[in-house]
């Protein structure tokens, strides 16, 4: 495993009224009414996900789960913005990446 392996890649669009978040990495997405609101959403599913696959009750399927991959057309959205990022074109407000270090000690949601 490279170190690069525990670095989850995300982005963040607008479409009409609600936020979309995506984590092309494990294939998993949240929508929300304001920017921080699904970035939370997606952080938090993302812990629940990766709890579930390693220590909870779909660990048996851990192997599947930890290499679940988005459909291509998420990927290529992930690494256009990218690029429109890099050479500074991302700026409207409406898009935004991000990358989130994987937990390395899975834990279950105590918040609710």
């Known amino acids: 495993?490279?170190?690069?392996d525990l670095i989850l890649?995300?982005?963040?669009n607008k479409k009409g009224d609600q936020w979309q978040a995506f984590c092309i990495d494990f294939c998993l997405a949240a929508q929300g009414e304001?920017?921080?609101?699904?970035k939370h959403k997606l952080?938090?599913?993302i812990s629940e996900y990766l709890y579930d696959?390693?220590?909870g009750e779909d660990r048996e399927f851990a192997n599947q789960l930890l290499k679940r991959k988005a459909p291509f057309k998420q990927?290529?959205?992930y690494y256009y913005y990218s690029l429109m990022?890099?050479?500074?074109?991302?700026?409207?407000g409406m898009r935004?990446?991000?990358?989130?270090?994987?937990?390395?000690?899975?834990?279950a949601n105590t918040n609710e």
């Open 53 to 55: 696959a390693l220590v």
């Open 75 to 77: 990927i290529a959205t």
């Open 96 to 107: 935004t990446m991000f990358k989130l270090p994987m937990p390395l000690v899975p834990q």
């Open 85 to 92: 990022h890099h050479i500074g074109l991302l700026r409207d």
């Open 9 to 12: 890649r995300c982005y963040i």
């Open 1 to 4: 495993m490279k170190p690069t």
């Open 34 to 38: 304001s920017l921080p609101e699904v």
């Open 43 to 45: 952080k938090t599913m």
